[in-house]
């Protein structure tokens, strides 16, 4: 499978796009949500208010913009494993697969700075959402004939899995974006789709000799 080399115009407007995200977030763990204004981000970030607006609509949605990219991402590298490969099991490659930090930390930060702060929990959710409905999409692309049923129900819970991650995450380590940290939250990840592939089977209690099937 190929893919096309981004143009140099396209290429600026990516850095363009991760320097205003860059400059929002280290604002926001500064002076916290709503302590700043689109003009003070752009300042920060080196663009006019104009060029801006033109990425954005508002700060909130720079701040959420890392869950976008970040599940983005993990779609684009689920789209690109095998067609014939079950989809959980595809699922899980990605999610091994996504060691960066620099891809996976700008989402962490953009979760927690979200804690108690509506509107871009709402864009955040947005962003799930949207997620969704292209998983929904890649399925039925690999499996035409499944019912819908079938395909949003699984759509979902692939989705579910991600959020409880984030949420175990956060109440296992706050606010904490150290590597060891960031490596949890990918095994949290893992762990939920690997809950969801194995039909949520309970677990034995602690120590128990694993069950293989």
Request: proline letters at 6%; a negative charge.
């Amino acid at each position: 499978m190929t893919t096309e080399t981004p143009s140099r115009r396209e290429q600026n407007k990516a850095a363009t796009r991760e320097s205003i995200i860059a400059a929002g977030l280290a604002l926001a763990a500064e002076r916290g949500l709503g302590g700043f204004t689109a003009e003070e981000l752009a300042e920060a970030a080196g663009v006019s208010r104009r060029t801006f607006f033109n990425y954005f609509g508002s700060v909130d949605e720079a701040i959420a913009a890392p869950t976008f990219g970040f599940l983005d991402t993990a779609l684009g590298k689920l789209t690109d494993r095998p067609a014939d490969e079950p989809l959980l099991d595809s699922a899980l490659h990605v999610l091994t697969g996504l060691a960066d930090n620099d891809l996976i930390a700008p989402m962490a930060q953009s979760f927690l700075l979200a804690v108690g702060h509506d509107p871009v929990t709402r864009y955040q959710l947005q962003a799930f959402d949207e997620c969704g409905e292209k998983i929904a999409t890649a399925i039925l692309a690999r499996e035409p004939r499944l019912s819908p049923l079938y395909v949003e129900a699984l759509s979902a819970s692939v989705i579910a899995c991600g959020k409880a991650a984030l949420e175990v995450w956060l109440a296992e380590r706050g606010g904490d974006l150290t590597p060891s940290s960031l490596s949890r939250l990918r095994e949290l990840l893992r762990e939920a789709i690997t809950h969801l592939r194995a039909g949520f089977a309970a677990p034995g209690p602690p120590g128990a000799p694993t069950r293989r099937s």
